[in-house]
């Protein structure tokens, strides 16, 4: 009759398919069977006070003084775009590395892709900690 049951202990349940069930835990890691893991979806939601004290600066900072968030914003954005950055450089030189023949001292390119990223890397360092006192300040 297109009514679903499911069977709890010995009684026939009418099923429902907007049930949910959502169990909390204090455990701050639970170790759960793998079965746990495949019949259900389990979130971490772990709250740390430092996390919420970061919130809570950044709510009242975005009310007080937007200007200091918006420059915050930005510092972050510039944080993140500098690191990946960072990572481009590294991965690049890895892979000129690795496809480099013969004595590498007298690779031409290798040497100049080297002191290229060294400069870079160096530049992005010098941002970074800017970035990082700046920070700091905002806070």
């Known amino acids: 009759s297109g009514r679903k049951f499911i069977k709890l202990g010995d009684k026939s349940v009418e099923w429902d ?5 959502y169990m909390c835990t204090k455990l701050s ?21 430092q996390g ?7 709510i009242v900072v975005a ?3 937007s200007d200091l968030e918006k420059t915050r914003e930005e510092l972050i954005q510039s944080m993140s775009d500098n690191k990946a950055t960072l ?18 001292l007298d690779n ?6 080297l002191e290229e990223t060294k400069e870079q890397a160096a530049e992005i360092a010098r941002k970074l900690e800017i970035a990082t006192t700046t920070a700091k300040d905002i806070e």
Not at 91 to 97: A, G, P, Q, S
Not at 108 to 113: A, R, V, Y
């Open 17 to 21: 398919d907007n049930f949910r069930l």
């Open 29 to 49: 890691n639970p170790n759960y069977p793998p079965e746990v893991y495949g019949k259900s979806m389990v979130i971490n939601y772990g709250i740390t006070q």
């Open 52 to 58: 919420l004290q970061a919130q809570l600066l950044n």
């Open 63 to 65: 009310m007080e003084r």
């Open 87 to 104: 990572k481009t450089l590294e991965e690049t030189l890895i892979r000129e590395l690795a496809l480099a023949t013969g004595n590498i």
């Open 108 to 113: 031409d390119d290798l040497i100049s892709t």
